[in-house]
Antibody, heavy 120, light 106 residues
Framework: EVQLVESGGGLVQPGRSLRLSCAASGFTFDDYAMHWVRQAPGKGLEWVSGISWNSGSIGYADSVKGRFTISRDNAKNSLYLQMNSLRAEDTALYYC?????????????WGQGTLVTVSS | DIQMTQSPSSLSASVGDRVTITCRASQGISNYLAWYQQKPGKVPKLLIYAASTLQSGVPSRFSGSGSGTDFTLTISSLQPEDVATYYCQKYNSAWTFGQGTKVEIK
């Protein structure tokens, strides 16, 4: 059974940093690209960042480019999101998601999410 | 950047009704289009990918069509368990979601 478990969320002041983690199990992690998607309270889904199986391809939404860094450790079956210079508008539930197939693929499994609240 | 626009933003229909949701891309995306269902308080679920391919385990009352810029998600006979917000997503060159369509039972 595919499982994605996010952690690392919490309350943080504007301008500070936070690192999210996603522990994957139940599939061959290094066969798939992985992504982060966020959802602000009461709002829709927003793609944040994605990374290919070998970290050779990486993408970011314009809203986080230059502030967030995605990475993965295939030996640990883990995905990460380093979030710097956090803003109030980054407040959201952050989901880790697995791609269905190749780099340009939809997402077939999602974690339960970890909540990030940016507030003073 | 390619924008994805869904319509309507919300709808209310009776059990058994045929429901159609539209998603329009600001530029052509071939068939790189997926649909997700998100029930209240739950994680998004992939329903359809490649515009019309039903994901494993998804009921056959769900179907998708379209190519290029115009796409539709159809629920052939609305059921109470279909109450949810539905999102389209393009996944060519980047990943962008539509703003969502909330479906309720009348």
């Amino acid at each position: 059974e595919v499982q994605l478990v996010e952690s690392g969320g919490g309350l943080v002041q504007p301008g500070r940093s936070l690192r999210l983690s996603c522990a994957a199990s139940g599939f061959t992690f290094d066969d798939y690209a992985m992504h982060w998607v966020r959802q602000a309270p009461g709002k829709g889904l927003e793609w944040v960042s994605g990374i290919s199986w070998n970290s050779g391809s990486i993408g970011y939404a314009d809203s986080v480019k230059g502030r967030f860094t995605i990475s993965r450790d295939n030996a640990k079956n883990s995905l990460y999101l380093q979030m710097n210079s956090l803003r109030a508008e980054d407040t959201a539930l952050y989901y880790c998601a697995k791609t269905l197939r190749s780099w340009y693929s939809p997402f077939d499994y999602w974690g339960q999410g970890t909540l990030v609240t940016v507030s003073s | 950047d390619i924008q994805m626009t869904q319509s309507p933003s919300s709808l209310s229909a009776s059990v058994g009704d045929r429901v159609t949701i539209t998603c329009r891309a600001s530029q052509g995306i071939s068939n790189y289009l997926a649909w997700y269902q998100q029930k209240p308080g739950k994680v998004p679920k992939l329903l359809i990918y490649a515009a019309s391919t039903l994901q494993s385990g998804v009921p056959s009352r769900f179907s998708g069509s379209g190519s290029g810029t115009d796409f539709t998600l159809t629920i052939s006979s609305l059921q109470p368990e279909d109450v949810a917000t539905y999102y389209c997503q393009k996944y060519n060159s980047a990943w962008t979601f539509g703003q969502g369509t909330k479906v309720e039972i009348k």
